[in-house]
């Protein structure tokens, strides 16, 4: 499957921005997917994951209570609503899938999305 993340942009703190994932091909719904981020000098991780269903959600602490992952099997979207943005959640984010089950780990994603950049200013 080919992902193509988008949505980011340059926010001030306490602003939203929803991502959107959007995946090719008409197995989309046997994958689980991912979100991940890396900012500058720091290694890229987890921020949150969607089953395949969309039944199952799980989400990084930094994160929890402020962003919700969703998907759209139909549209073979998965979204990530980020709300109450804060500077430390400046990074590249980016969307991953896995045939399978949801993980935290990025290793077991296999298709990776290109990234979109989300700037937070104070």
């Known amino acids: 499957v080919q992902l193509q993340a988008s949505g980011g942009g340059l926010v001030q703190t306490g602003g939203s921005l929803r991502l959107s994932c959007a995946a090719s091909?008409?197995?989309?719904?046997?994958?689980?997917v991912g979100w991940f981020r890396q900012a500058p000098g720091e290694e890229r991780e987890f921020v949150a994951a969607?089953?395949?269903?969309?039944?199952?959600?799980d989400y990084a602490a930094s994160v929890k209570g402020r962003f919700t992952i969703s998907r759209d099997n139909a549209k073979n979207t998965v979204y990530l609503q980020t709300n109450s943005l804060k500077s430390e959640d400046t990074a590249v984010y980016y969307c991953?899938?896995?045939?399978?089950?949801?993980?935290?780990?990025?290793?077991?994603?296999?298709?990776w999305g290109q990234g979109t950049q989300v700037t937070v200013s104070s």
């Open positions: 969607i089953s395949r269903s969309g039944v199952v959600t």
């Open positions: 991953a899938a896995r045939p399978g089950s949801l993980t935290t780990s990025p290793f077991p994603y296999n298709s």
């Open positions: 091909g008409d197995t989309f719904r046997t994958y689980a």
